[in-house]
């Protein structure tokens, strides 16, 4: 979720599938029948990056991720690193420098305003880089907000399930929930396969298929795909 607001807003500063790569972001990722290393490899190589690191403990839970961060620190690319909640300072390990600055997302670590300030900047410096069109203020702020705010409700929405996955709540509990982060981000992956599971288990299955379906389409790669498929064949 968090990643596909993120992509929304560089869409909305201008940026598009000719400059932005996304792996996990439908119409960003690697083009069909492409090796994922060897096409990483090349946009290393061939382009001067600015990447942006999305750091949680998924992120270094995943050796595709840790390999692309050795390639920005080997190759010298420039880099931001963006800290989704939940994740602190102190956890920053392997190539990024934990000294420089970082935009938190973090509402309970870092005031609202000083992340209004780090996204300007970050704003200034993809305008400046990819040579951008003006947007104008106000636009720019209503964007910024707009994103913000649906950082800090799926922050919370996720807490509220993380409560009920602790308390062994039912799942009668967890739907209402995952519904609503269902209406933050339409096309997440994880939510449409956990409201999947979630409404086969009280046993209403034709939610389940349906949730299981978009699922699937909105998989993130083939082993996702081919995961949820089994699901619904069975």
Not at 36 to 59: A, G, K, M, P, T
Not at 61 to 70: I, L, R, W, Y
Not at 206 to 214: D, F, M, Q, T, Y
Request: charged share 25%; aromatic share 10%.
């Amino acid at each position: 979720s968090y990643v596909s607001y993120l992509v929304r807003l560089l869409e909305l500063l201008g940026l598009n599938s000719d400059n932005l790569f996304c792996s996990s972001a439908k119409g960003y990722g690697i083009p069909l029948g492409r090796n994922i290393y060897d096409y990483l490899r090349e946009q290393f190589q061939d382009f001067d990056l600015r990447v942006l690191f999305i750091l949680s403990d998924n992120y270094y839970d995943s050796v595709a991720s840790m390999n692309e961060m050795g390639a920005a620190w080997v190759l010298q690319h420039k880099y931001t690193s963006i800290l989704l909640p939940r994740f602190e300072f102190k956890n920053i390990k392997g190539a990024i420098d934990p000294r420089r600055i970082s935009i938190n997302l973090d509402a309970l670590d870092a005031p609202e305003t000083e992340l209004k300030d780090k996204l300007n900047g970050l704003k200034d410096t993809l305008s400046t880089e990819f040579s951008l069109l003006p947007v104008k203020e106000t636009v720019w702020e209503a964007y910024r907000d707009e994103f913000i705010e649906k950082v800090q409700k799926t922050a919370s929405l996720w807490a509220g399930l993380r409560w009920m996955k602790e308390n062994e709540r039912p799942a009668s509990d967890w739907i209402p929930t995952l519904n609503r982060l269902l209406d933050l981000d339409p096309k997440s992956f994880d939510v449409l396969y956990m409201l999947g599971v979630q409404y086969a288990s009280v046993g209403d299955t034709v939610e389940a298929v349906n949730c299981l379906r978009k699922a699937e389409l909105a998989a993130p790669d083939k082993d996702m795909r081919e995961k949820v498929n089994h699901m619904v064949q069975s």
